[in-house]
């Protein structure tokens, strides 16, 4: 809205040059992140403050890690604080009327209120259940769907850049004009929503310690602020996109504000979140950021890319599934629990150091991921 608003009177009034720097995305990305930090710091000590009054704490699951036990009562939904820190920076800073912008953060709210019904009805009932599974799963195909079939359905308000490339796959390392997969568009719709719901789900997972999902949840964010970027931008008159052999659309870079406000508030939680936690993000931030994130990589072109950069999420995820598919089929447990970070506290591991380490392997795989911007 401050784009909106103040950009335009930089071309028409001598007084308001100094709103021309608007134009730059870096600037309004920057303000994106600071603006989503402060909300964070001055608003969560009177958010923290009613959840503990509402007695709004976490269900601690009874066959959980027994360091676990010494959790309950601690305030949950914080989530709710990092959605508003996220979304009205963006409205703020971003082009409102961006179509990615749009979707990106029409997900990421939709699956917040996913997860605020989840997180509701399991501190209303007192057990770790809340909505069940298929119907959590209704309503983030439901919203990926609308998401999806917008970017898709929408021709005459879609750039033509995104018409001409929006069924295609990147194949990490390889060129993307030279070598990309190109897929019917139903197909491709349909595998991007479950891509979607696939990182919210493992997002949600990864959620089971003080600051675990949140530092790989803005590690990813960071590097896709800067695959935005250099999709839609142009350096000394040429595309960045066209120089490094990406996909490119220009009001990609647009992206970048989101992403970036999503670093913000993430810091300003974990503030309150990092060991041993203050608050914890609930299903209200994990759904939603998880989803925010496969948006982002949709949108960007690194569908397969999201493999290696969200490593951590996947591992998580697959952990379970491996884990369900080998006790049903067999009766055998490969982990002594999941997701796969309880299996390491079950081995006597500090949670501050499964954390720690957690981070350090999502910087290692943002760093693969950024490398092949250039080795392809």
């Given amino acids: ?27 309004r990305a920057i303000m994106a992140t600071i603006t989503a930090m402060l909300m964070s710091f001055m608003v969560a000590p009177w958010f923290i403050k009613k959840l503990r009054g509402k007695q709004i704490s976490q269900i601690i699951r009874e066959e959980g890690p027994a360091s676990h036990f010494s959790k309950r009562g601690t305030p949950t939904m914080g989530g709710a604080l990092i959605l508003v820190s996220l979304l009205v920076p963006t409205v703020l800073w971003a082009d409102v009327k961006n179509v990615f912008v749009v979707a990106t953060a029409g997900v990421t709210a939709g699956y917040g209120l996913v997860g ?28 990926g769907g609308f998401a999806i079939a917008y970017l898709f359905l929408n021709e005459p308000g879609l750039p033509k850049e995104w018409l001409e490339l929006r069924n295609r796959l990147a194949v990490p390392f390889l060129a993307f004009e030279k070598h990309p997969l190109e897929l019917p568009v139903a197909l491709y719709a349909v595998l991007a929503v479950i ?8 997002v949600n997972l990864t959620d089971g310690l003080d600051g675990l999902a949140i530092g790989p949840v803005m590690i990813n964010a960071g590097t896709y602020l800067v695959w935005a970027y250099v999709s839609g931008s142009v350096l000394f008159g040429r595309p960045l996109a066209g120089y490094l052999d990406v996909a490119g659309i220009p009001e990609m870079a647009e992206l970048s504000v989101y992403a970036a406000s999503v670093i913000g508030a993430g810091i300003g939680f974990l503030w309150y979140n990092t060991y041993p936690a203050q608050v914890f993000m609930g299903d209200v931030g994990s759904l939603a950021l998880g989803g925010g994130l496969g948006m982002l990589s949709v949108l960007t072109k690194t569908e397969l890319l999201s493999v290696i950069l969200g490593g951590v999420f996947w591992v998580e995820a697959v952990s379970v599934i491996v884990q369900v598919a080998s006790f049903r089929l067999f009766k055998k447990r490969v982990f002594l629990m999941a997701p796969i970070h309880h299996h390491f506290e079950k081995m006597g591991w500090p949670e501050p150091r499964i954390i720690v380490r957690f981070w350090i392997i999502s910087v290692l795989l943002a760093l693969v991921a950024l490398s092949s911007l250039k080795l392809r």
């Fill in 1 to 27: 809205m401050i784009y909106e608003f103040l950009y335009p009177l930089s071309q028409r009034y001598e007084w308001a040059r100094a709103f021309n720097v608007l134009r730059y995305t870096p600037f």
């Fill in 195 to 202: 891509l979607v719901v696939f990182m919210s789900n493992a």
């Fill in 116 to 143: 605020f019904i989840d997180d509701r009805l399991k501190i209303e009932g007192s057990n770790t259940r809340g909505l069940p599974g298929r119907y959590k799963l209704l309503g983030q195909f439901i919203v």
